[in-house]
């Protein structure tokens, strides 16, 4: 089971240790963890040992050089970017839990576990996990708007909650269209995108429209189409009803 514990005591020959994890080149056989922004992050250092034994190791878990995580006498300190949503299980390969992923938590985390000897403490095991942290856009929704004018209809695309930053399109037989009202905005949080566009269209003619959503090498799309035929059957049909409801009893 996970704790976090108190901590009262300084990090010793901290910086050379975070120095010597450096010096390592981790580019071979380094573990690798796909996860989506908000998940759970378990990274293993893939080390054990018993519960006997953690008062004589000192175990560090570090990201891109800054610390995260540190135990030492069996007593575990979390730095504060990763306070009260890391936790650390030194009966499971001494792995960390990371709760509600954020986009920066994308990185290499590095464990090093120390272990005493002969009165001072020397580097045990070395391990490296690279982290990656996903945002997927959601396959947009495509809505109708009021229309500007009769032969005129409005609708508009959207889509939220990806990275990195997108871009959106409006394509009729692969030919790009000329959009209105294109808004891109970040949450300064989450970092995450929300982008809307608005087309506006002949009604008069059969369209099949295809609103595609570009972030960085990945793509969602949404398509929408319109027939003169059924069009004109649904507005008779909303004719229809509204008649009979302002028809006096």
């Known amino acids: 089971m996970c704790h976090t514990l108190k901590w009262g005591m300084p990090l010793p020959k901290l910086f050379q240790l975070l120095v010597l994890a450096g010096l390592f080149d981790f580019c071979s056989g380094i573990i690798q963890v796909t996860k989506t922004v908000k998940e759970i992050a378990v990274l293993s250092c893939d080390y054990n040992i018993s519960t006997e034994e953690l008062t004589r190791v000192r175990i560090y878990w570090q990201k891109d050089n800054e ?6 006498s069996g007593k575990v300190r979390v730095w504060p970017k990763y306070e009260n949503r890391t936790f650390t299980d030194v009966t499971n390969n001494l792995c960390i839990v990371i709760l509600a992923l954020r986009l920066s938590d994308n990185g290499t985390y590095t464990c090093v576990v120390q272990k ?17 942290i996903k945002a997927d856009f959601p396959v947009p929704s495509i809505t109708a708007h009021e229309s500007p004018s009769p032969n005129i209809k409005r609708i508009r695309c959207s889509t939220s909650g990806g990275f990195p930053e997108p871009h959106l399109s409006w394509l009729e037989n692969g030919e790009e269209l000329n ?9 300064p949080d989450t970092e995450l995108y929300t982008i809307s566009s608005e087309l506006d269209f002949n009604m008069t003619g059969n369209h099949s429209f295809t609103c595609l ?11 929408f189409n319109w027939q003169i035929r059924l069009a004109a059957r649904q507005r008779r049909k909303e004719e229809s009803r509204e008649m009979e409801r302002i028809s006096p009893i």
């Open 179 to 187: 959009a209105t009202n294109t808004t891109l905005s970040q949450d």
């Open 213 to 223: 959503v570009k972030y960085g090498d990945l793509t969602v799309s949404q398509t």
């Open 116 to 132: 005493q000897e002969k009165g001072s403490y020397k580097l045990e095991h070395l391990t490296a996990v690279k982290l990656l």
């Open 67 to 72: 610390m995260v995580l540190a135990v030492m």
